[in-house]
């Protein structure tokens, strides 16, 4: 007879080895097809100093790695990115409720907020170095920029979008208004500001990159600006895919936070 913690555990192995050809045909497979038409490019290109091949890339990762530029610049640019993810986030959230909530403040800030919105941030950064300077001030004043006009527009559709029957058959128990924003209002909000927040991480990543590229000691984008300039061209692939490894891991991180926190509320994937 089969004992029971043996039959369990079969269909346990099955799954594991079903998730791991998966991972590997979705993930694993393309990329290895990706880095083999990277190395034949690379050879048909036959100008490794303009068009490095992956293992010289790769040989250039590590030796940024152990020499500790890598680690520097990537901190650098995150601190600034989250700095002004942050507090941008926090306006963007403030506005676009008081936008949703309020049709007089709606009314007023529309026009500005439409048209701010469509400015990039990179056209302003020639701007804010010069009121600012070339600090750190310019550049998270920059990010804040950045991220809080997509987040506004979001909240502001997310309460639009509640169902007036919802609001109605709140306001027939008797809830006063704080109560409707805090137990109505608010959670109806929650997949708009996170879906507002991921495009505002996207926006932020773009713009510390240029502010980096103009005016930084370090930073991915100065990295890739000073390998650009002394013709390293395996560094600034190394800086390309630190950018994107860490771009996706921010976004991981704050999708699993935001479940953890909200999971509740229907978030996307």
């Known amino acids: 007879m089969v004992s029971r913690s043996s039959a369990q555990s079969?269909?346990?192995?099955?799954?594991?080895?079903?998730?791991?050809?998966?991972?590997?045909?979705?993930?694993?497979?393309?990329?290895?097809?990706?880095?083999?038409?990277?190395?034949?490019?690379?050879?048909?290109?036959?100008?490794?100093?303009?068009?490095?091949?992956?293992?010289?890339t790769f040989r250039t990762f590590v030796a940024a790695v152990r020499d500790g530029s890598l680690w520097a610049n990537s901190v650098a640019s995150m601190v600034r990115i989250m700095a002004g993810f942050s507090i941008g986030s926090v306006f963007g959230v403030l506005i676009g409720l008081l936008m949703g909530m309020l049709p007089a403040v709606r009314y007023v800030l529309t026009p500005y907020i439409d048209f701010l919105r469509f400015v990039s941030a990179l056209a302003w950064i020639t701007a804010f170095m010069v009121w600012f300077g070339v600090g750190e001030t310019s550049k998270i004043l920059l990010l804040i920029y950045a991220t809080t006009f997509g987040i506004a527009v979001n909240v502001a559709e997310g309460v639009s979008a509640?169902?007036?029957?919802?609001?109605?058959?709140?306001e027939c128990f008797g809830i006063n208004r704080r109560q409707m924003f805090v137990w109505v209002v608010l959670p109806a909000c929650v997949p708009f500001i996170v879906a507002g927040m991921r495009l505002a991480l996207q926006n932020s990543f773009t713009a510390i990159i240029?502010?980096?590229?103009?005016?930084?000691?370090?930073?991915?984008?100065?990295?890739?600006?000073?390998?650009?300039?002394?013709?390293?061209?395996?560094?600034?692939?190394?800086?390309?895919?630190?950018l994107g490894v860490l771009g996706f891991l921010t976004d991981f991180l704050l999708m699993r936070a935001a479940r953890g926190f909200a999971g509740r509320y229907q978030l996307g994937d």
């Open 210 to 242: 240029a502010a980096e590229m103009l005016a930084a000691n370090r930073g991915l984008g100065f990295l890739i600006m000073s390998s650009r300039i002394f013709l390293q061209t395996d560094r600034t692939y190394v800086a390309i895919v630190a």
């Open 10 to 56: 079969e269909p346990t192995s099955s799954r594991v080895a079903e998730r791991a050809l998966y991972y590997a045909t979705v993930y694993v497979l393309p990329s290895a097809i990706l880095i083999a038409f990277w190395d034949a490019a690379a050879r048909v290109y036959g100008h490794p100093q303009l068009f490095p091949p992956p293992l010289s």
């Open 162 to 170: 509640i169902p007036t029957v919802k609001l109605r058959a709140a």
